[in-house]
């Protein structure tokens, strides 16, 4: 499969824990990346690799992957994280990017 | 500073074509993959293509593979996307994109609209 799947909204309380999934066959080989968007803005990285934060990422992100299951949690979560999140990663034949249908997170 | 600023796009009519470009700044742009990202309005991101270097090696989504063309001008630090045979479906924010590494997009332009439309 060249599919990433996620979850088309989640919620969580302020200040409390979410875990946003991604699932699919090439994230038994590769890393998903995670990123974040706004309303009316280009999206941003905020996870990457094993569980990398681009400069200026707050530490509350964090990444984890389980067999063709990659993982975005935010520890504390706050009201500025609501937002759309979509994962990536790449095909299995290497060539061509794949970006899952994205997650829309609200926060209580 | 890395700094990516779309052009070219428009309301075109289903069948029309346009060429979408891409000023590059702030990094060295030949010695960079270059992608196309686009999304829909009010869907998700979908990756469209991407070139390498020197403009050699190129990949398509499958969507629109024999419609679409990505090139470069390198020593114009410009990325392009010939898009053509145009459907209302192609209709989205096109975003010029490049890795931080490996394929994780870490720059972004702000986006170019595509409206396909009779």
């Known amino acids: 499969s060249s599919e990433l799947t996620q979850d088309p909204a989640v919620s969580v309380a302020l200040g409390q824990t979410v875990r946003i999934t991604c699932q699919g066959d090439?994230?038994?080989?590769?890393?998903a990346g995670w990123y974040q968007q706004k309303p009316g803005q280009a999206p941003v990285l905020v996870i990457y690799?094993?569980?990398n934060r681009p400069s200026g990422i707050p530490d509350r992100f964090s990444g984890s992957t389980s067999g063709h299951t990659a993982s975005l949690t935010i520890t504390g979560a706050q009201a500025e994280d609501e937002a759309d999140y979509y994962c990536?990663?790449?095909?299995?034949?290497?060539?061509?990017?794949?970006f899952g249908g994205g997650t829309k997170l609200t926060v209580l | 500073e890395v700094q990516l600023v779309e052009s070219g796009g428009r309301l075109v009519q289903p069948g029309g074509s346009l060429r979408l470009s891409c000023a590059a700044s702030?990094?060295?742009?030949?010695?960079?993959?270059m992608h196309w990202v686009r999304q829909a309005p009010g869907k998700g991101l979908v990756w469209v293509s991407r070139?390498?270097?020197?403009?050699?090696?190129?990949f398509y989504a499958d969507s629109v593979k024999g419609r679409f063309t990505i090139s470069r001008d390198n020593a114009k630090n410009t990325l392009y996307l010939q898009v053509s045979s145009l459907r209302a479906e192609d209709t989205a924010v096109y975003y010029c994109?490049?890795?931080?590494?490996?394929?994780?997009?870490?720059?972004w332009g702000q986006g170019t609209l595509v409206t396909v439309s009779s």
């Open positions: 070139i390498n270097g020197d403009g050699s090696s190129t």
């Open positions: 990536n990663s790449r095909d299995n034949n290497g060539n061509h990017l794949l």
């Open positions: 090439s994230l038994r080989s590769y890393y």
């Open positions: 690799g094993e569980n």
């Open positions: 994109a490049r890795v931080l590494t490996g394929y994780y997009v870490g720059y």
């Open positions: 702030g990094f060295t742009f030949s010695s960079n993959w």
